[in-house]
């Protein structure tokens, strides 16, 4: 059965994806933020349920006024902290809660998820360039203070679910510096209730190999485990406020969370 679903869920995935498009075109110029984080979350709850897969989110329960509008009560932004493992972990965390990424610059050049991701306000950092790093870490210090979640993945690659590399402190300067919580997520994929790497988008796999392998999944969870903010100021400084999220998220994937244990880049 799933071989005959995966080809009407491909035609209904572009459908999605060019519906979503036109939507970042035509109507986010136009809206606020807190009708673009609406429109994220729906959408991209949508394309979690074409692709056949199933989203469940525990952990801290996410405030509404979070989910509708991306605003925090003391009016700062959240730092989102999670592991990766997969292109779609993006949707799945904007499907709990709306968040403006980070991303490595080759994603814009995708076939249209990279057009949409880059026009729903993906922040790119190019990889190698000499101040890269500083000139992103301006760019996320004011969207935080203008109130938007913003997402990091601290091991700046992907991997097959199965282990956490070591987080890299770099991205959570503007957090440290402001004071703007820290918050870990982790992301598990299952499928038939056991770990998979269906999802897994790693190595020199291509967007469509990792694609297929998703809809042609049985039974594929994506499990969202919010955890508690991380307040920056009883850690002091990046390094120590990484490795605190490295280890909460640890903990839930059942993985090492010694950092000198686990694997580097």
């Not at 996320?140 to 990091?152: F, M, N």
């Amino acid at each position: 059965m799933r071989f005959v679903l995966a080809p009407l869920r491909a035609a209904l995935f572009v459908l999605h994806v060019l519906a979503g498009l036109a939507t970042v075109l035509v109507v986010y110029p136009l809206a606020g933020l807190a009708t673009r984080n609406r429109i994220n979350r729906v959408w991209s709850r949508g394309l979690v349920a074409v692709c056949g897969a199933r989203l469940v989110v525990d952990g801290e329960p996410i405030p509404p006024h979070i989910v509708s509008t991306g605003l925090e009560p003391w009016s700062l932004g959240r730092l989102v902290l999670s592991n990766h493992v997969s292109w779609i972990d993006v949707f799945a965390i904007n499907a709990a809660t709306p968040c403006r990424f980070v991303a490595k610059a080759e994603i814009g050049r995708w076939p249209l998820l990279g057009a949409l991701v880059t026009r729903s306000g993906t922040l790119y950092i190019e990889r190698g360039r000499r101040h890269a790093v500083a000139s992103m870490n301006h760019r996320v210090r004011d969207h935080l203070k203008a109130g938007e979640s913003i997402a990091v993945f601290p091991e700046g690659t992907t991997t097959d679910g199965s282990t956490l590399l070591t987080f890299h402190s770099n991205l959570l300067a503007p957090a440290v510096e402001i004071g703007a919580p820290v918050w870990p997520i982790a992301i598990r994929y299952t499928d038939g209730g056991r770990p998979t790497d269906a999802a897994a988008f790693i190595g020199e796999m291509g967007l469509l190999t990792s694609l297929a392998k998703i809809l042609l999944a049985r039974d594929l969870e994506i499990r969202i485990t919010v955890l508690p903010a991380i307040p920056v100021q009883e850690h002091g400084n990046r390094h120590a406020v990484a490795r605190a999220a490295r280890e909460a998220i640890a903990r839930v994937l059942g993985l090492a969370s010694d950092e000198r244990q686990a694997p580097r880049v």
